[in-house]
Each structure stands twice: as structure tokens, then as C-alpha cells.
């Protein structure tokens, strides 16, 4: 049956290359009208689907707390900041970002609210009113010591301006214009005496989609011009380098056609998409073209050369498209959406490559003219192997035993190795976003940290005297923390009106004690606020919910993590219901499932990998050695990062699946053809040289437009694609190491015993 489907198959391609390139067109145009349909979001919502606990979490904080998108303007100046030229340019900066688009508050050192009592009443009035009376604003801001490590450092040099964004209540994020704004607005007030950074987690997320698209439009044209060099060198064609980069391309663009039409946005994970694509193009166009020109010297005749190499990798090429797309499957079973989506498309473009390489390759190929075709490169020739049947004939027993002692080795560092990761360690210290972030370190330490929700378990019960009294002792003990810098709430506003309403006496600087006086402190400070400076995003509409407001110095996820798991813990102990609110318990769920996903990806590629060998060659042994040479070079690729202190992290993660699926390629076109050879010769030991002569040029040559592909990705600026470039690359040349090594040597120890009873039949 597939016999006569492969030869049905490649009669039509050979006897109508015409309607196979007009079929091939067709089917191109079709999914490629999706694309346009393609919206791109970099916001962490992209994590989780809009049903998940985790963005319904998020909605419910945005709804009671106005949300979690923050642009912030960082301010440093040699001057002194109560300098009266610096106090009026951060009005006017306070002012210039209510303007910028989608904002709905802003708070700064000079809009503050500073609280005075006038008698029996309070009067409440920005920070910042006139500054020609620069003294009394110092002296104001000296004494406050909610805005130091919040609104301005220490040193009083450095201040910040943080504006809250309208919350997309699940709508795709597009920070482009506010960010345009927000340059615009530092370049009018920008001088050699100050400098101006935007931070911020709408910084970080725009810088994500910038990073990407400047990635992409650099290493993508130097992945294709180096391949191209390569492609060129060897075949001295122009099929031989232009059929593969312009099925790669066709494919890459049916394949965000798919990506359209399935409605998943466009994120920094899906942008390694083009780069997994190419990889896999080359691998299935090399091995026809070099199949054909080696059959071309013997055969010296087109129509019978082609028909030889497609019927030579036929079997090979369905079988590495099955389980190439069936590994990068199961990275889809995960509930981290742009993993499921990086799975599930690679999947499916990696068998839109093999139908493109198919229906396009031996059709051009066949119409062009000869001289497009033809080939004077030494490399189709004869090489006998290169020697290595040979070699590994006589040392099998001890390349098996380095492997597996290197193997056990590798597996035992790979242990070591730690899930961590950090959204700003993302990109190298070149780019304008990590740059600014390093500079704020240096003069300003609240810069991080996470914002903690406490239910008082009622509506109006946030203004509870007991409830509250727990809060503050909870807060105290926060403080307490040397790694925790700042907390702010209501708490600290309410016994700030206390004091006031007790002329300002400092020992009456406690919460108002009683239900009544709390609410008429609320009331109060509500009524003397202006516009836009309310208390919602402290308190929930309904008073149930108060915000606490955390600034502390861990700066990992797994760091982060743990202080978070301790301020709740803390919480329990006043009897206090808290959860965390806004972006950060999305990173922390994506840290915690990136191994489990990780691992259950990889466990599921390699049963299923197996049982598809198992099923093609009816051979339990054969699938067990397939397997050997694909698992050994993961694990020392695990062991280089425990050894060079790399992190699992989302980047890191999904390069053993990647790398799975395509260097079980090489090993099933080895195992495939030493097949065939094996039945045709009878012989091991030629049936391992014939293979290393048909199939060990080509496998030498893919790996070396992987490695140079992958390796293209090192020069990227986002870092998970710089670690996933050196990680392929230097996994993809392990594997093929082992393929040529660590493979045939366990074939030879296996099948001796034939080639034995072979001869004294004879």
C-alpha cells in the first residue's frame, strides 16, 4: 500500500512538474491570505487563554484596583532636585504625562498629595504648588517618608513619575503610541544637566515587541545569506542554493497564514518560528539534492536521477516529517499559550515543508534549464564512506563505552541545573531598556516589586478598626524585611489624617480608633483630592479590598517567588486573606510549569518517536538504539548550561523539544538507509559503509546549515533567542557527533552476530 502510494506519488511530480508547481501555488495562496489576520500582543496576558484562573485573577484586580500597567519616567539630575527651575520642569513633566494616551493617573513628587490640618479641618493640597517656595517644599519632602524609595531616592536626585494605564480588560496590548509619546516628551526636557529613562512594565512590554522585530530583521537576512554561502559553495548551483531558501520562504509565510486563520497573536516566542522553519526545509531539500547529484554521476541523466533520489529519501523524509511534527506536538501540550502555539505551528510547517519541498523541488528541478541545474562540485562524489565504516568497525566497543561514560556524566551535571529567570535579563546590557534599568539600580532602589490584595472578607469591612489594626501590624512586620524597601496603603494615609486632625502632634500619627472616625477620616481625605488622585487604586469600590504596594531587591523569578511565598505566609499569621495582584503571579506561573511542560513534552516526543520507528521497522531493538544517539545530546546540552550557569527559562526550555525534533531526522535517515543497505548487501560492515556514502555527506552538510543558522541567533539582543541559538547549535553538532559515532558503533556491536552466522552459512 505505501509502496504504491510513493510511486503514484512520484510518477505525478515527475510526469506533471507543471501542475505540481501550479497545485504547490495554489495551495500556498490559500493559507497565505491568513496572514493578514495576524495581531501581535507582548503583554504577559499572552501566557494564559482568557478563560484560565490566572487572567480571570488579573481581570478581577484590574476591575477593583484600575489595573497594572505602569509607565514610569525616571528622573536624575547633578542639580539638586529642590532647585527651582528642576521642581517647575517635573510640574510641567507631571502635567505632559496626563496628556499621554490611555492615562488615567499620575503620581509624582509633585502631585502628591501632602495633608495639612487647618484647625479642626484638613486641608489637602499638592506637594509641589508654587516652586519659588522651594525651602518649605525640601523641608516637606525631607520628612515624608512614604516617598523615599517610591517617588524619589535617598540622595534626593532621582525621582519618578508613574503613570497607570487604562486596563485592556483583555484587549491586545498596543503600548506603541504611548511609548512614541513618552520619547517625544523626554526629548523636549532633556538637557546635559539631567537624564530621563522610561521604565516600567509598558517599557519592558514594548521593548519585547521592538526586540523581536530587531532581531528578526537581523539575524533572519544573516541566517539566509550564510546558508546561501554554504548552499552555494557546495552545490555550485543555482537550484542547489536558490530551490532551498525559496521553499524555506514559501513555507515560513504559509505556516503565519496557518497562524492567522488559527487567530494566535504574534508574540517574542513565536518570532523563533522563521529560524525552526528553515532548519527544517534545508534538512529535507539537502537530502534530495544531494541524493540527486550523487545519483546525476552515476546515472548521468535527469529524469532517472531524480526519480532515484526521491525514491531513496521517500520513506526517510515521511518518517522525519512524522515524528519532526509529532515532537514539536507534544511541546503544544502545555496550558503556556505561545509554547502551545510554537508547538502546534512548527507542527504543522513542518509538514507544509515537506509538501512544499515535494511539490516545488523536483518540478524545478525538471523545468529549468540544465545549466541552473548542473553541478561541477566534488562533493557527489564517491567517497567510499570517508573511511568510517572502517574505523568504527574496529573501535565500536570503546566509542560506546566514552559515550555512555560522557552520557552518565552529562545526565548526573544536568541535575544541577535551576528554573530561574528574569523578564529584564532578557536582553543584553546594549539595549536601551536593560541600560536604563542598570542606571535606576545605581541611584534608586524601588523600582521592583509586587502589589499584595487583602480581602477583609466583606463589603465595607476594609474600613474595619480591627481588620485594619491587623493590616498594620502585618505591614510593620513586612517592614521589617531588610529585602523589603517600602510598603504603601491606606493605612499610612489614614493615621497621616489622624495627626493632622490632632494638630499635627506626632504621637497621634496612629489609625483612627474606632469604625466612625476611620470612615470620616475616608470621607475627609476623599473630599480634598483632586481629580484623578483618588483612593481607588488603594481601596476597592466597595471597601472590601485594600492594595498594599511592596518595593523590595530581589530581582529573579525564583528569588521573587520565595519573598512572595513568605509575605503570604506572614499574612496568615494576623489571619489575613491575601493574594497577589497584577502581572506577577502570571511569571510566577510561568515558572513553575515551564519544567513540567518541559518534561512532559519531551517524555511524550521520545515514547511516541520510538513507537512510530518501532511500528515502520517491526524492530524493538532497532527503535531502542534510534532513540540513544537523540537523548545523549540533550543531556550534554543540559550539562553545558548547569556548567556555564544558564537557567531554564522559557527560552531555554523549549530548545531540547526543537532539537529533538530535528536531530531524529538525521538519525532516521541514517537508520533507515543502513536498513535498505542491510538487505541489499547482507553485510554490516557495508551495509554501514554504503550508508556513510549516500547518507553521511548529507547529514554532515544540514548540521552544518543548522549550526550556522541556529548559531546566527547568538547575535540577537533578546537573550532567550541568543541562549537558543547557542544551545542548537552546539546540541545539533553533538548530535550529529553521535550520529556518526555513537550509532553505527552500537549497530555494529548489535548486528556482528548476523554478519557471524552469515559466514558460516557461507
Known amino acids: 500500500m505505501f509502496e504504491k502510494i510513493k510511486n503514484n506519488f512520484i510518477d505525478f511530480i515527475i510526469s506533471s512538474p507543471k501542475k505540481s508547481i501550479l497545485l504547490g501555488l495554489g495551495f500556498f495562496l490559500l493559507l497565505t491570505s491568513g496572514a493578514r489576520l495576524i495581531q501581535s500582543d507582548f503583554s504577559p496576558r499572552i501566557w494564559f487563554g482568557p478563560e484560565s484562573k ?432 517600602q510598603v504603601n496603603s491606606i493605612v499610612e494615609t489614614l493615621k497621616t489624617i489622624n495627626m493632622q486632625l490632632n494638630n499635627g502632634n506626632e504621637s497621634q500619627k496612629v489609625l483612627p480608633d474606632s469604625n466612625e472616625k476611620i470612615a470620616e477620616a475616608l470621607v475627609l481625605y476623599t473630599m480634598g483630592l483632586p481629580a484623578g488622585q483618588g483612593i481607588e487604586n488603594n481601596i476597592s469600590l466597595d471597601q472590601r479590598f485594600i492594595k498594599l504596594r511592596l518595593k523590595w531587591t530581589p530581582e529573579s523569578t525564583k528569588e521573587s517567588m520565595a519573598k512572595d511565598i513568605y509575605i503570604h505566609k506572614v499574612a496568615k499569621k494576623y489571619k489575613l486573606k491575601t493574594q497577589t495582584g497584577g502581572f506577577f503571579p502570571i511569571y510566577t506561573q510561568v515558572n513553575n510549569q515551564v519544567v513540567d511542560s518541559f518534561s512532559r513534552s519531551m517524555v511524550t516526543a521520545i515514547i511516541l518517536v520510538s513507537l512510530i520507528i518501532l511500528i515502520i521497522f517491526r524492530n524493538p531493538m532497532l527503535a531502542f538504539l534510534s532513540m540513544m544517539p537523540n537523548i545523549i545530546p540533550l543531556s550534554f546540552g543540559a550539562a553545558y548550561m548547569a556548567l556555564n550557569n544558564i537557567y531554564i527559562d522559557i527560552g531555554t526550555s523549549i530548545v531540547g523539544a526543537i532539537c529533538l525534533g530535528i536531530a531524529v531526522d538525521d538519525t532516521i535517515h541514517f537508520v533507515t538507509h543502513f536498513v535498505q543497505n542491510k538487505k541489499k548487501t547482507g553485510s554490516t560492515q557495508l551495509a554501514l559503509d554504503n550508508t556513510f556514502n549516500s547518507t553521511g555527506k548529507a547529514l554532515i552538510l544540514t548540521t552544518v546549515l543548522l549550526v550556522v543558522g541556529f548559531g546566527s541567533f547568538v547575535m540577537a539582543d533578546f537573550l532567550p533567542n541568543h541562549y537558543f541559538g547557542i544551545l542548537c547549535a552546539l546540541i545539533l553538532t553533538l548530535a550529529l557527533l553521535t550520529d556518526l559515532l555513537f550509532l553505527p558503533a552500537l549497530l555494529a556491536i548489535w548486528y556482528r552476530n548476523d554478519d557471524k552466522k552469515a559466514n558460516q552459512d557461507k
Open 54 to 485: 490566572q487572567i480571570k485573577a488579573l481581570d478581577d484586580f484590574e476591575k477593583r484596583f484600575g489595573g497594572d500597567q505602569n509607565l514610569i519616567i525616571g528622573f536624575y539630575t547633578k542639580k539638586s532636585i529642590f532647585d527651582k527651575k528642576i521642581l517647575k520642569q517635573l510640574q510641567d513633566i507631571t502635567y505632559d504625562m496626563w496628556r499621554l494616551p490611555n492615562i488615567i493617573r499620575v503620581d509624582t513628587i509633585t502631585n502628591f498629595s501632602h495633608v495639612r490640618s487647618l484647625g479642626d479641618d484638613i486641608e489637602i493640597s499638592p506637594l509641589v504648588e508654587d516652586p519659588e517656595q522651594n525651602k518649605e517644599i525640601e523641608k516637606n519632602i525631607r520628612g515624608l517618608k512614604e516617598l523615599k524609595n517610591n517617588l524619589i531616592n535617598d540622595q534626593y536626585n532621582f525621582v519618578i513619575s508613574s503613570a497607570q494605564l487604562q486596563p485592556l480588560y483583555g484587549d491586545t496590548a498596543d503600548y506603541t503610541p504611548v511609548i512614541n509619546q513618552t520619547k517625544k516628551l523626554i526629548e523636549k526636557y532633556q538637557d546635559d544637566s539631567n537624564k530621563m529613562i522610561i521604565l516600567g512594565n509598558v517599557a519592558v512590554t514594548a521593548a519585547f515587541k521592538e526586540i523581536s522585530k530587531t532581531d528578526n530583521a537581523s539575524t533572519i537576512p544573516i541566517m539566509f545569506g550564510l546558508v546561501l554561502l554554504i548552499l552555494l559553495f557546495t552545490y555550485r548551483s543555482v537550484v542547489g542554493f536558490a530551490a532551498p531558501l525559496f521553499i524555506a520562504g514559501i513555507t515560513i509565510v504559509s505556516t503565519f497564514g496557518v497562524m492567522g486563520y488559527l487567530g494566535h497573536t504574534f508574540n517574542s516566542i513565536l518570532a523563533a518560528i522563521p529560524g525552526i522553519l528553515i532548519a527544517i526545509c534545508l534538512a529535507d531539500t539537502v537530502h534530495i539534492l544531494t541524493s540527486y547529484y550523487t545519483s546525476f554521476v552515476e546515472l548521468k541523466d535527469k529524469k532517472l536521477a531524480l526519480r532515484a533520489a526521491l525514491e531513496n529519501n521517500f520513506l526517510a523524509t515521511v518518517l522525519t516529517t512524522l515524528t519532526t511534527s509529532i515532537s514539536f506536538f507534544t511541546v503544544s501540550y502545555t496550558d503556556l499559550l505561545p509554547i502551545h502555539n510554537l508547538g502546534l505551528l512548527a507542527g504543522v510547517g513542518t509538514i507544509l515543508a515537506w509538501i512544499n519541498t515535494f511539490l516545488f523541488l523536483p518540478s524545478i528541478i525538471l523545468l529549468v534549464p540544465d545549466s541552473l541545474v548542473k553541478s561541477n562540485s566534488k562533493f557527489h562524489k564517491n567517497t567510499k564512506g570517508f573511511n568510517f565504516s572502517g574505523f568504527i568497525w574496529k573501535f565500536k566497543t570503546p566509542i560506546v563505552i566514552c559515550f555512555i561514560i560522557l552520557s552518565l556524566f552529562s545526565f548526573y551535571k544536568a541535575m544541577d541545573n535551576q528554573v530561574n529567570s528574569d523578564p529584564l535579563k532578557y536582553f543584553t546590557d546594549k539595549t536601551k531598556i536593560k541600560s536604563d534599568y542598570n542606571f535606576t539600580k545605581e541611584y534608586f532602589s524601588g523600582i521592583r516589586g509586587i502589589e499584595v490584595e487583602i480581602d477583609s472578607g466583606k463589603i465595607d469591612g476594609a474600613k474595619s478598626y480591627e481588620f485594619l489594626q491587623r493590616v498594620e501590624a502585618y505591614i510593620e512586620e513586612l517592614r521589617a524585611d531588610p529585602e523589603i524597601i
